[in-house]
C-alpha cells in the first residue's frame, strides 16, 4: 500500500496495562508500505535483534486508512509495545541500537523519504506534545514546556514539559539518520495505569 504519511513507534513497557516508560516513533512519507515488513523489522526489536534467544513480551497494532472524499490521502500507523524488561537484557544503549536499526532497515525496504528538510524548535516540540498526546493521553494544550534546547553539532532538540499526570522528556533527531524521530518518555519512577 502506497502511503503519504505513517508513523512507526516502538514502546516499552511494564504491561500492555500501563502507559510507556519511553517511545520511540519514525514518520515517513511517500512510502510504498506493506505491514507484513513493518511487522517483521519491529519484532525484531523484541528480540534485540536476534539477540536474544525468544522475544520478549510484545503487543503489535496496525492502523491503514485511505481516504477518498474530493481529494484522496493515505495513512498508516504501526506499532510495537515491548517489554520494558528488555531493558535488563543491555540497557538502553542496546535497545537504542536496535530500534535505530530496525528504523533504518524500515525506511531502506519502503523507499521512504526523510521527513525533516528545515525542522525549527517549534515544529520539534510540536512533534514532541504530538507523540505525549497519543502515548499518554496528556491534552497537548495541558502540556507546557519547561526546559528545551538545540544541539547544533548533532541536530538534535530536547524538552522537558509537564502535564497533569506529571514529567515528560523529549527529543528530536536523537537517531543518525533518521532527523524526524521522536523518543519520549514519562520521567516518574511509578509505571502509570491506562485510563
Known amino acids: 500500500m502506497y502511503v503519504e504519511i505513517s508513523r512507526v513507534s516502538v514502546a516499552f513497557s511494564a504491561h500492555v496495562r ?23 523489522e519491529l519484532s525484531k526489536v ?20 485511505r481516504t477518498d472524499w474530493g481529494a484522496s490521502s493515505t495513512f498508516a500507523e504501526y506499532m510495537i509495545e515491548v517489554s520494558q524488561g528488555i531493558l535488563s537484557n543491555g540497557g538502553s544503549a542496546v535497545v537504542g541500537a536496535a530500534v535505530t536499526m530496525a528504523f533504518n532497515r524500515i525506511k531502506k525496504r519502503t523507499g521512504a523519504q526523510d521527513s525533516r528538510a528545515s525542522l ?5 516540540a510540536d512533534l514532541v506534545r504530538r507523540d505525549i498526546e497519543r502515548l499518554y493521553d496528556e491534552p497537548t494544550n ?9 544541539t547544533a553539532e548533532t541536530n538534535v532538540y530536547e524538552f522537558t514539559l509537564t502535564g497533569t499526570a506529571g514529567t515528560y522528556r523529549g ?20 509505571d502509570r495505569p491506562r485510563n
Not at 18 to 40: K, N
Not at 46 to 65: I, M, Q, T, W
Not at 120 to 124: F, L
Request: net charge negative.
Open 120 to 124: 525549527t524548535m517549534e515544529g520539534a
Open 18 to 40: 500501563y502507559y510507556p516508560r519511553e517511545a520511540w516513533t519514525l514518520r515517513i512519507f511517500d512510502a510504498e508500505v506493506d505491514s507484513d515488513t513493518i511487522r517483521e
Open 142 to 150: 495541558s502540556l507546557t514546556i519547561t526546559a528545551s534546547s538545540f
Open 46 to 65: 523484541a528480540s534485540l535483534d536476534g539477540s536474544l534467544a525468544c522475544p520478549v513480551a510484545n503487543s503489535f497494532k496496525a492502523v491503514e486508512r
Open 171 to 190: 527529543t528530536v533527531g536523537e537517531l543518525e539518520e533518521q532527523p524526524a524521530c521522536t523518543h519520549v518518555w514519562f520521567t516518574s519512577s511509578e
